[in-house]
């Protein structure tokens, strides 16, 4: 089966996203999915007659994960005290599974197909979600593919990616694809001001987060955000040719970024203390320590790649504004280019004092 549905030629003239003669109760589960209202609206509908298989597809902070909660709790939830677990991915027929490490393996795989086989312990449907399924590794992508095709009629399989590998097509076209786009400007600053966030330095915080609510939320919580603009902004006027002005400069920017680890590190913090305490009542909870640790590591790496991409779109725009001035477009577009080339490095995961360097050093002195 081969679904590619077009969220355009589905939008609703409600603001909410909600359809029509949907079950209030059942309506109600899509609160949480911020800024994607058609996103609502389309799974909203498939509730009603789901097939066997969704990928979600988009880029993270988008929704996907708050999204397939809560079309599982759409799904399974019959009654206000299912739906609660369904939304927190703590009702007994919905997995959640995602890659300990920085791929999805055979191993991890291999338990997704498991628990497909099971039957659900409560109702008729059980909800089996796949989260970071762009880092599968080929073999597990095989592994997976005759599940996707072929479900158990109990089971329901939402994936979640972040983008479709080469490797990953024929799995994504045996499922309905929902596309997630960032989410506006506009909604972001909307989402911030109702949950309180002080005006000011609002306008910064929404151009950092880039259509990522989580990374939103994160920011409005971090004062050194302003500084780290002024900073970046500020560094073509410092380069002077040397590699040893380069080298303080790009010393004195990863400082900042290492500061910016701190609301991370407090939020992780707390949620580490949460889990001591039911350790405390209930005893050691190996599986999910390893599991919240792995996540752990790999937040605070995405958020050093969030900032460098943050630093890299406030140099582009600084060199954009070069160009109304017709003795530097040549310059200013040549380091445009040279950002996007840096910008491209990252997926790779790069040295990154090495990576910073080579670009400052090919960048034009003011």
Known sequence: MSDSLNLDERQSDSPGGSLPGID???DDVWAELEGQPRVAELLASASVQPVHAYLFCGPRGTGKRTAALAFAAALIGDDSRGRRLALAGRHPDVSIHEPEGRTLRVAEADEIIFEASRRPVEGRLK???CDRFHTAEPEAVASLLKTIEEPPPTAVIVLLSEEIP???ITVASRCVTVEFDPVPDDDVRRILERE??????LDDIVVAAAGDVSRARLLATD???GARRRAWTAAPARLDGTGTTVSALVDELRALIDEAQAPLTARQR????DLARIEADVGTQARQRREMDARHRRE????RADELRFGLATLASFYRQQMADERHTQDAVAAINRIRETHACLVRNPN???LLQALFLSLPRQ
């Not at 309180?196 to 330095?201: R, W």
């Open 24 to 26: 209030d109760a059942v």
């Open 127 to 129: 909800v089996i979600v």
């Open 166 to 168: 080469p490797d990953h």
């Open 196 to 201: 309180g966030v002080s005006p000011e330095g």
């Open 223 to 225: 004062d050194g955000l």
């Open 270 to 273: 707390a949620e580490s203390d």
């Open 300 to 303: 605070q790496r995405l958020l």
């Open 352 to 354: 990154e004092p090495l």
